[in-house]
């Protein structure tokens, strides 16, 4: 935990339980309002009001300092911050009348707190975006070009860390690295140690964690040393990780096969799987029931638009590789694929019809695939689906890719909220990253997460074509 990320959620508690004793006096009068504050279920009340806020804010990345960089981001995590609370609120109260706020201060209390909010992250943000009291200080081990690249993490993408310096690994009475195999590439005035004496490297940088960023371990890893930092309270991580950290995505190039094994993650409980069905098949129903009556206003616009049929059948790959057949309303000409063959689609896609290209972008046209959660052909959250084709093709030159089949792939997934729509090889990398994050950190909360960010993406237009 951050001290920023610390700071800010100490403050909307106090801002929350303010809003609330506000909105409370507004309504009721200061009189009875402190007359109820000596009553148990008025502190109850209080703490699932202010846990509902904060969740609710948390799925909205309010506290998300490096992406809320912009005044619109901060007003607009806090409107949909606030009608989330609302819902979780409203369902909470009527899961359990007896701690339910009467509608006025409901509504009173939620305005009050979003707007002190949205104040508060604005102010928090100009004071504190370049603060480096409020992030960590990370010591790379290593001078190659692995250890640059973390340097340059530090440095570039991320304001919870701050790049303290570098620690010289020279082992074995090896005079420099260049001995060793590794070349010295990041800046001489930034190496503050060695590794002969990380503990010592480690106190002079400030360092609350190491990263072991070294291209060839063997043989000039200083286990002793970096397990007398770790035994000393100082975070150690390798960089694959410390990336993932940062970036919410995998280090496809320092990837390896035992990395895979050992590291965390990468596990699915039955009772994880049941539930994800189970949700699935909820969801699915829900929405095709809420749809259905949509769907003939849907098919004449299609048809009034081009000729051609309602509904696009195409074969996709599912779980461990298994061909399925994936359902969309027809949202290019019926001809598009006649001369070209199966190729990626692109931004402006001239095969794209004036209907379609609008279905594309509020998702209307994936309608129909609820019909393929519900057969099990897919699940809500997971890796798009790719064609055969392109799944071909990216296996041969793209490391692990086979690996995003490990699961079902979704209606939405980490990728399609965190990376614009791609179609290109590197597009492929780039989206993979993500996939392999979102398999190795499976989790309801990250469902939940990628559902409500979704939900972003759809009311501002980000991503498909």
Known sequence: MSLRWFILIIVDVLLVLLSLYSAAVVRLGYPEVTSKLSEASTFYTAFI???????ASHLMDTYDFDRNTRKREIIINTLLG???????LSITYYVDPNIMLGRGILVISIAIFSLLQYVWHVIFYLVGRHNPRFSRRVLVLGTGSLASQVGEFCSAHNRNYTLAGYALC???GASNNEKQGESVVVPHDLIVGNADDLMAATLVAQADIIVVALSERRGVFPLRDVLRCKLNGIEVMDA???YELIHGKLMLEQITPSWIIFSSGFRRPIYFSICKRYIDVVLSLTGLFLALPLFPIIALAIKLDSPGPVFFRQMRVGNKEKMFNLFKFRTMRQDAEDKSGAIWATKNDPRVTKLGSLFRKSRIDEIPQLYNVLKGDMSFVGPRPERPEFVEKLKQVIPYYSKRHFIKPGLTGWAQ???PYGSTIEDAIEKLRYDLFYIKNISPFLDTLIFFETI??????????
């Open 170 to 172: 020279n082992c074995n």
């Open 240 to 242: 694959p990780s410390f």
């Open 456 to 465: 972003k993406v759809v009311l501002f237009g980000r991503g498909g074509q």
């Open 82 to 88: 606030a009608a989330t609370s609302f819902f979780l």
């Open 417 to 419: 909220v965190r990376y």
């Open 49 to 55: 009001f202010v846990l509902a806020i904060l969740f």
